[in-house]
């Protein structure tokens, strides 16, 4: 499987973007999806993820409530819808396929993309 992020950019805090995740084959019923970031001289950290059908969805304490992970399985594409933006979401996000039922470790994650970066001015 190979993931394209796409969406990244420059956006002044508390504006929206929003993040694509096109797969090159079907990962509908096999695979959950997700999103990472890591920022400059940090650890990589979980965002959010969902499930192989798109019916449970997890977020980090940090996004929830600002952040809305999606997928269209037709389309073999994820989105991650962005609002009030923050400095510190700064970071290049990577998006992963993974278990189906979804999960918040990096480790578990299979496949991953090459990384779109989100830069949040303040």
């Given at each position: 499987v190979q993931l394209q992020a796409s969406?990244?950019?420059?956006?002044q805090a508390g504006g929206s973007l929003s993040l694509s995740c096109a797969a090159?084959?079907?990962?509908?019923?096999?695979?959950?999806?997700?999103w990472f970031r890591q920022a400059p001289g940090k650890e990589r950290e979980f965002v959010a993820a969902v499930n192989w059908n798109g019916e449970t969805t997890y977020?980090?304490?940090s996004v929830k409530?600002?952040?809305?992970?999606?997928?269209?399985?037709a389309k073999d594409t994820m989105y991650l819808q962005m609002n009030s933006?923050?400095?510190?979401?700064?970071?290049?996000?990577?998006c992963a396929a993974g278990?189906?039922?979804?999960?918040?470790?990096?480790d578990?994650?299979?496949?991953?993309?090459q990384g779109t970066l989100v830069t949040v001015s303040s």
């Open positions: 969406g990244g950019g420059l956006v090159s084959i079907p990962t509908g019923g096999s695979y959950a999806m997700g977020y980090s304490d409530g600002r952040f809305t992970i999606s997928r269209i399985n933006l923050k400095p510190e979401d700064t970071a290049v996000y990577y278990p189906r039922g979804g999960s918040v470790q990096d578990d994650y299979t496949y991953w993309g």
